[in-house]
């Protein structure tokens, strides 16, 4: 009877923590999607490189709940974003954020996980910003920009050109991924990583209940 009880007891709070957990990645999710909206161009990148914040919840998410934490969040946001505003790139920008969130979200979770200290908190997000500066590049160089340009009907030399409107040092489609590409990443991922020390101690109490 005992048994009983016990198993009982172990299966309830396991549903509350089930629910919570899901809770909580639905906010940050929401959340995420809200910081979509706050992008801006960068004067090196050409305009359809929009720098924006909305990694920030996926990566508390990761730390206080684990990396896979962080995945979930970046598809919501990116589900909300195709339902509420639609898409002008045919999904594949969607998808790219998606991919790219991922990889920065669950790098720098995984990382964090195995030893949680500031220390190591500052060693996960540096190496994840690298992980998705470099995914992010071989990404867009081998699937995405030629993707989009096919879908669209352009061709590769009017992405380039994009690029070489805004920034003199992209002359080809290296030079497109390596003056914009790589330093936009490394920018987003930067600031991201920045404001993510600067607020998790405030929040963690709550993602932590």
């Known amino acids: 009877m005992a048994n009983k009880v016990e198993n009982v007891t172990a299966n309830t709070k396991r549903a509350k923590f089930s629910t919570n957990t899901l809770v909580k990645i639905s906010v940050l999710g929401v959340i995420a999607f809200a910081l979509m909206?706050?992008?801006t161009p960068i004067w090196f990148a050409p305009g359809f490189l929009k720098l924006?914040?909305?990694g920030i919840p996926a990566l508390l998410g990761s730390f206080a709940m684990g990396p896979t934490t962080g995945v979930w969040i970046e598809l919501i946001k990116n589900v909300l974003n195709i339902a509420v505003e639609g898409t002008t790139t045919g999904?594949?920008?969607?998808?790219?954020?998606f991919l790219i969130g991922s990889v920065f979200a669950y790098t720098c979770g995984y990382i964090y996980e195995k030893n949680k200290t500031f220390k190591n908190a500052v060693l996960s997000l540096v190496i994840g910003v690298l992980i998705m500066t470099t995914f992010a590049t071989l990404n867009n160089y081998f699937i995405m920009f030629p993707l989009y340009a096919k879908v669209f009907g352009l061709d590769l030399e009017?992405?380039?050109a994009m690029g070489s409107k805004v920034n003199g040092l992209v002359v080809d489609y290296k030079?497109?991924?390596?003056?914009?590409?790589v330093p936009f990443n490394l920018l987003k991922g930067?600031?991201?990583?920045?404001?993510t020390l600067l607020v998790y101690k405030k929040v963690?109490?709550?993602l932590h209940r």
């Open 204 to 206: 963690s109490p709550i």
């Open 190 to 195: 930067t600031i991201v990583s920045v404001i």
């Open 91 to 97: 999904g594949i920008g969607e998808l790219t954020n």
């Open 175 to 181: 030079t497109l991924m390596l003056y914009a590409v």
């Open 158 to 160: 009017n992405l380039i």
């Open 52 to 54: 924006d914040i909305s």
């Open 37 to 39: 909206f706050l992008d």
